[in-house]
């Protein structure tokens, strides 16, 4: 992608990213109440069968969102954590 | 500051509030035991949980438990609802006090909202609940150090385990509940002065009741029209962006929420045992995953399809020996006939559902409560989208092969309204068990009893109907998304619990508060529309009734069997003179182009009562008796010959003809009723009515139209 915006949605299972910014949509008030804030660590857990939704640890929590939802989530640079 | 010394008031009602999956209800459970009732908010169709918690032998304290939720922006009916009775719109003013449950593990997303009421300026007091689960995660909150920062008391508990409930009950004896300092300075987010314009306006004390009147100033039916148009001015004037100011409040309330956090909780490095992560494994395996879920679904379907009919014939057994004993000691007469024919089955038809609601939402219970309904949706959330559907739908749907009535009110756990709403509009679509007689009368008639290669040709066509019950339910599904307007946040953003051992008595108490609500309302809409078709089926105009049954002449040698003849051919000719009967000959013009007669048409109209009566019905028209084998019926409606043409009434046109009508046609007051109850209106049931009988009119016309 010649865009160097990362997303949400991009990453691979067990990847962890830093929230960046929530990009400003109808979701973005949702997003922010569950607590994507930026600064927060994102893990991605599961991506569900069909490649949708995917299931994100958050915090002490763990939510689910569709790809176009992870869309607008932007993070950082991502590194893949060995575990 | 005035709070301190101010005094409390008599506490009377108290809200329980709190975010989705805190162990509300369980809290709720404990208070309230069976004191519970469920009503309703007016203009929503959300249900108004209300308990009454009893303080001493003579002091009960109303406890209203509010719909669970993240926020309190305009956004779902759950949200309005809270807005409304946390601001005193309801009937019943403002509650004195607010009991907020917060999960502990989980401590910042339940604050952003309880923080948010504390800002309203009604007393609180906060239950950190799910202790346990927090210590498994190494976190530990310094009570009293979240009570100095938050100034309202704070209880631990954990409420499955019973676990902090003494504590809960003591601080609403002793009425500890605190009004909290501001959290929020709202004018941090809107100008000051527009804040003192709408407090004015609207004669509020806080700024934040005045920063919530703004969210919600698009939401009609809130405030006197004068009002709401100066506010709607007032908005537009200072160019506020509504969801903008929702933002902004949301990254300064989290901020602080942090703040005040790292100084209470201490995080120890405990070696997770991470149960929910190593059932995730298996539970969302793109293989595993499914083939748990398919067998769930399976269960459930058996458990509402064959389970259930041992406590239902009990029912109905019950219902028909009532009638008769009624009969025995009530002297004959009008009277006796209206409660022994039209009452006692019409009670006993809304009984007969009983076993099914009490079974589906048991299960539905112990799936919501172990957190394993969230991963349904998980794993069918793709596969429903193209429908206009998302993964809630699929319990409710494939209950609706059971039965509709269930699965309509399951749809409640749909979030989103137009799912739900669409749900609910397809669901009967869906093969239920009261078509299974039909199908099976029908098929044996005009599908020969044949194999082709493996398969018996009977069997496909019974199938056959199945899948064109789900095809019709998905077609419906996404016709309805295109037409039906309702503001769509067609978002998913769905928490994944952890996993938790189901609670039996939470279960068991949803079991009958369930039941209970569909006898007290859906049952009253049942019991009359059966007791005007008892009427139309029983009477007619008297010349003609005793015209009918002395039509039959009465056998010369009265053995058992010539008189049970008569008496079939008399109740025969009764229902044929009945104003059932004229209705059934009054629309055979309309229903001849689908290759029915009137005695067919007679059926069309009894069977509205519920599908399975068309059997019976047709049984007693052709004095077979109604408890015959559908043998017996079979034969019999094969030598049915028309008059003028001389050919089989039930050929094979008509046969698949009325095969699909079943199929589509709402046949089913019980339906009806229950979705004016979920729908809380009129307007659905009929435009759900009209589409599925013209759909089914339709089909059914062209199918004998093709085959005749």
Known sequence: MSNSRFTADMATPHQKMEIQDIQNSDIAVKL???????????????????????????????????????????????????? | ????????????????????????????NHLTGLNQKVGNYPGVTVDKKIGYFKVSSDKKIKILDLPGTYSIFPRSEDEQVVFRVLNG????????????VADTVNLERSLFFITQIMDLGIPVALVLNMEDLAEAHGIEVNTYQLYKQLGIPVVTSSARNKKGIN?????????????????????????????????????YELDYQALLAIKFVDEPNLLPQDKADVLKELVLENGIDIQNIQIQESNLRYKKIQSILDKCITRKDVRKIEITRKLDQVFLHRVWGYALFATLLFLIFQAIFSWASIPMDLIDLFFV??????????????LTDLVAEGLIPGIGGVAIFIPQIA???????????????????????????????????VVPLISGMACAIPAIMATRNIGNRKDRLITILVAPFMSCSARLPIYIILIGLVVPDQRFWIFNLQGLALMCMYLLGIAAAL???????????????GYL??????????????????????????????????????????????????????????SVVLPENPTEEAMSDYENKVASKKLEASYAGILGKTIEPVIKPLGYDWKIGIALITSFAAREVFVSTIATLYSIGDEEESATIQDRLKKEVNSTTGQPVFNRATGFSLLIFYAFAMQCMSTIAVVYRETKGWKWPLVQTVYMTVLAYVSALVVYQLLS
Do not use: C
Request: aromatic share 8%.
């Open chain 1, 32 to 83: 922010l109440e569950m607590g994507f804030m930026p600064g927060k660590t994102l893990t991605l857990l599961y991506i569900a069968p069909l490649g949708d939704p995917l299931a994100f640890q958050l915090g002490d929590s763990m939510i689910a969102l569709r790809k176009k939802e992870a869309q607008m989530v932007g993070v950082s640079h991502m590194k893949l954590v060995v575990q």
């Open chain 2, 1 to 28: 500051m005035s709070y301190i010394t101010e005094t409390k008031k008599d506490l009377q009602q108290i809200a329980l509030v709190g975010v989705p999956n805190v162990g509300k209800s369980t809290v709720f």
């Open chain 2, 89 to 100: 719109f309801e009937k019943e003013g403002l509650p004195d006090a607010v009991l907020a």
């Open chain 2, 167 to 203: 504590a809960i009950e003591d601080t609403i004896r002793q009425n500890q509940f605190e009004k909290a300092p501001t959290f929020l300075q709202s004018g941090e987010i809107i100008p000051e002065k527009l804040i003192g314009d709408v407090k004015s306006l609207l004669g």
């Open chain 2, 321 to 334: 020996e009532a009638g008769s004993k009624i009969r025995e000691l009530l002297p004959a007469g009008a």
């Open chain 2, 359 to 393: 079974l589906l939402f048991g299960f539905l219970a112990l799936l919501e409560d172990s957190g394993y309904m969230s991963r349904a949706v998980f794993l069918t959330d793709r596969i429903m989208r193209p429908f206009g559907l998302n993964g809630k739908s």
């Open chain 2, 475 to 489: 077609f419906s599904a996404v016709l309805m998304k295109l037409f039906i307007k309702i503001k769509d946040n």
């Open chain 2, 493 to 550: 953003v769905v928490e994944l619990p952890s996993y938790r051992m189901p609670r039996l008595k939470d279960v068991g108490l949803t079991m009958f508060e369930k039941s209970k609500t569909f006898v007290l309302e859906a049952g009253k809409v049942i019991l009359a529309i059966s007791v005007v078709l008892w009427v139309l089926a029983s009477y007619g105009p008297a010349d003609k009734m005793e015209q009918a049954e002395a």
